[in-house]
C-alpha cells in the first residue's frame, strides 16, 4: 500500500490507490520521498515517480531540517537505493517553466523527435508524478511572484497542466496494458493562499476619491476551495491540542491526520 511514512513508522494511515491525491497542510517533508518509495516498490522498478519543486534549496532544506530517522538509517542499503534511482526530481523555477516541462514528458518512442531532453522522456510511464509546495510560486518573496501578477487560474493552470501530462502519460500500453500514472500534490502553503480571481488594472495616477475613501481591493479566493474539486483524495494534517508531557511543563504538539475521499471522512488518526 502506498504511505506517506516509513514502513515501520508508529504513524501511519492507509493510503488506498489512486489517481488523485493533495496532501496539505503541516506534513513531515519526508512524506513526498516515502510515498514515492512505496509506490516504486508497489509497481516494480520497471516504473519511476517523478517530484516537481519549485526550489531545491527548499526541498533539500526541509529534509535536512526533518532528518528522518528512517531514511538516514536505510537510504543507503541496497533495496532502498535501488527504488531511489527510480525516483527523478526536477526544479522548474517559476509556473511558466513548469507548464512547460509538464508538456514536454513523453515515453520514449523511436518516432521522437531525438533532440528532446531525456529529463523530460521516460523509457516507461511513471507510476507517480508529484507536484511539491506549488503555493511558493505565488508568495510575495518568490522572483515569479515579483515580476508578475498572479491569480487563481495560475495556480489551477498548473493542476490542469500536470493532470493533462498523466492523461497523456496514461494512453501508452505497456505489454499490451495501459499504463496508470497517479498525480499527488504536496503543499502545506494552501491553507493560507488566496489569490485574486482577475489581475488588477494598471493605474496611471493615484485614485482620488472622497476623504477617507480606499482604493478598491481586488476580489481574492481561497484557492483550496477551488483545487479539491480535482483531486478524489485529500490527507489533511492539522494542528491538534497540546499536551504537557510528564513531569514537564513543555507542551508537546500533536497533529491530527485526516483522509478524506471527494470531501466525505474516511479515517482520521492523532500523530
Known sequence: MPSVFSKDSATNIDLPKFDT????????????VHLCLSHIAESGT???A??????????????????DPWLQKNSGTGTVAALSRH????????????????SMFHVADPSNDPSWSTKTTFPTPP???VLHELSSYFTSDTEAAASSQPTL?????????????????????????????SLALFDSGMDALRLPILKVPHVS???????????????????FQFV????????????????????????????????????????????
Open 127 to 129: 507510476s507517480l508524478m
Open 153 to 181: 487560474s495560475s495556480y489551477l493552470d498548473l493542476v490542469v497542466s500536470a493532470l493533462a501530462a498523466v492523461s497523456s502519460l496514461s494512453k501508452h500500453r505497456l505489454n499490451g496494458t495501459s499504463t496508470r500514472v
Open 21 to 32: 491525491l493533495l496532501v496539505k497542510g503541516s506534513y513531515p517533508p519526508s512524506a513526498p
Open 228 to 271: 479539491r474539486k480535482y483531486f478524489e483524495f485529500i490527507l489533511e494534517f492539522t494542528p491538534e491540542h497540546h499536551d504537557e508531557a510528564p513531569q514537564s511543563s513543555t507542551p508537546l504538539p500533536r497533529k491530527t491526520v485526516r483522509l478524506l475521499q471527494k470531501g466525505q471522512f474516511i479515517s482520521e488518526m492523532i500523530m
Open 50 to 67: 517523478v517530484i516537481l519543486a519549485p526550489s531545491k534549496e527548499r526541498l533539500q532544506g526541509a529534509l535536512e531540517a526533518e532528518n
Open 205 to 223: 495616477h493615484p485614485h482620488i476619491g472622497a476623504p477617507g475613501e480606499e482604493p478598491d481591493e481586488p476580489r481574492v479566493e481561497a484557492v
Open 87 to 102: 525516483i527523478n526530481v526536477l526544479y522548474p523555477p517559476t509556473p511558466h517553466h513548469m507548464v512547460f516541462l509538464l
Open 46 to 48: 520497471n516504473c519511476c
